[in-house]
């Protein structure tokens, strides 16, 4: 439905600049004079083409795009900030990773079997597939994707800087 008023828009904006062939123009005055939709709107955007006619345009002045320039050049550029972190969210977030690998070990040594027969080795799959160290090694791998990504990130912006 939407696609039939802009073909109509379409079709009647042409008509009105007379940009359409002679049977589009004819077979769209016929539409006009039969379909009361069409006349409506035929009529709508008559008025508004004679109302855009009507209007007197607009200069800007000769010296406008001096004037912008000279308003810029003489705007203050607030100074970029060489941190953009305080110390102690540094500090917590290796806190945070400090933490996390100390419970991984702590919960590693827990559950480590040291009595008997195979006192030396470890069940690895029980504790891959814990779901509490599931969840750390995402949390750890997804911070180490970041901290790989912002250092790639800087040595790219010096890179161009020098």
């Known amino acids: ?31 006009i004079s039969s379909n009361e939709v069409w006349r409506t709107k035929y009529d709508e955007l008559q008025s508004m083409q ?28 607030a100074v970029a900030t060489a941190r953009y972190l305080n110390d102690w969210v540094v500090k917590g977030i290796a806190a945070f990773f400090l933490l996390m690998l100390a419970s991984a070990v702590v919960y590693s040594i827990i559950g480590a079997n040291w009595a008997g027969s195979n006192a030396g080795t470890l069940d690895i799959p029980t504790f891959i597939n814990s779901d509490a160290l599931t969840g750390l090694m995402f949390v750890n791998i997804i911070l180490s994707l970041m901290i790989i990504d912002k250092l790639v990130n800087k040595r790219r912006i010096q890179k161009t800087l020098l």
């Not at 439905?1 to 016929?30: H, N, P, V």
């Not at 209007?55 to 800007?60: A, D, G, I, Y």
């Not at 010296?63 to 705007?75: L, S």
């Open 50 to 77: 004679t109302e855009l006619t009507g209007m007197e345009t607009h200069h800007p002045s000769m010296r406008f795009t001096a004037n912008v320039m000279d308003n810029i050049a003489g705007a203050k550029v």
């Open 1 to 31: 439905m939407q696609q039939q008023f802009e073909d109509m828009d379409m079709q009647l904006w042409e008509y009105l600049d007379g940009s359409c062939s002679e049977t589009e123009r004819q077979r769209i005055a016929q539409l």
